[in-house]
């Protein structure tokens, strides 16, 4: 017969086991969490490297076959990163290319991603549409029919007027987000080129809100649309619940918040795009323990007739 003494180690002994246990557990994220885009200290990474190297889905849904958070309405859609297909792009060279957002889904523009490879170059667009390249990963040089380069770094951009020769070559690698969209022509008006840099340009006026907005294109008649860089700080969000005219392209840069699109409410993170058609609902708030940052196409200075 065992001593009593024996059986009330039993207790100490299984105590023991599930600190172990619990140790485990919270030094490996927790027993039920998924790996987190903030587990990587930001820091040392290049700005808006997460865009290029997206956490996909939590661990558990991976492997899941036909898994993915992509979403396609009449007025809406979210295209996240497992479901980019990239293909050759017409008239570049050594260049794939992803097409997010396009007059087939209903917009009036395009947003694409273009990975430009080793000794790559980049082809002009239509007649009569004008270009805006912003640069998420890597450096091209840039060039026009007046042989004035121009490198363009992470976090800068250039827009082309319609028509204009130009060029983008690259040594390496490197990523682009470009959009494009037929010029809406203002008589007596013209557009010019620009090249520039989001840090360059001055935080704006929010009355009402508290993110902080930069303008990356005039805001004068001649342009007929408008790149906007907006940062929000974990626990901020949009005060106005937008319902307008104007249509909407959007890459998240950074972070990490939930998307109101119509009646649906979208998790989302770096590297995701959204399409947002006229007249939707559309609201964000910014999620985790880093800055959001995202990339905004919006049509202006023109009647909606």
């Known amino acids: 017969m065992r001593s009593s003494s024996a059986f009330a ?14 140790r485990i557990a919270v ?68 260049t794939l290319g992803a097409y997010l957002i396009s007059p087939a889904m209903g917009s009036h523009f395009v947003m694409y991603l273009a990975k430009m490879q080793e000794n790559s170059k980049s082809g002009l667009p239509p007649n009569n549409v004008e270009r805006f390249i912003f640069v998420v990963q890597g450096h091209v040089t840039y060039s026009n029919v007046s042989g004035i380069n121009h490198k363009l770094m992470v976090d ?5 007027p319609p028509s204009l020769e ?44 508290v993110f902080e907005l930069r303008k990356l294109l005039p805001t004068s008649m001649p342009y007929d649309f408008n790149i906007h860089i907006m940062d929000f700080q974990p626990g901020e969000f949009l005060n106005v619940k937008e319902v307008h005219y ?25 590297g995701d795009a959204i399409w947002m058609a006229p007249f939707v609902p559309q609201w964000y708030a910014a999620l985790g ?10 049509d202006v200075n023109r009647n909606p007739l």
């Open 166 to 209: 130009h060029s983008l070559k690259c040594d390496t690698s490197a990523t682009l987000v470009v959009f494009e969209r037929r010029y809406a022509y203002l008589e007596n008006h013209i557009t010019e080129q620009i090249v520039g840099s989001t840090d360059k340009q001055p935080l704006l006026e929010t009355p009402g809100e």
């Open 289 to 298: 323990k880093t800055r959001s940052r995202y990339l905004l196409y919006k």
């Open 9 to 22: 180690v039993y207790p100490l002994i299984l105590l023991s086991i599930i600190l172990s246990i619990l």
């Open 27 to 94: 030094s490996e994220g927790g027993f039920c969490s998924a790996p987190s885009i903030l587990d990587t200290d930001s820091n040392s990474q290049q700005l808006y490297w997460k865009v290029t190297n997206p956490t996909l889905s939590p661990s558990h849904l991976q492997d899941l076959p036909g898994f993915t958070r992509s979403v396609y309405k009449r007025d809406h859609a979210l295209v996240t990163p497992e479901s980019h297909v990239f293909s050759p792009l017409p008239e570049w060279t050594n």
């Open 246 to 270: 104007n249509q909407h392209g959007l890459l998240l840069l950074e972070g990490q918040g939930l998307y109101r699109l119509g009646d649906s409410w979208y998790p989302v993170q770096a």
């Open 156 to 160: 800068s951009y250039v827009y082309l």
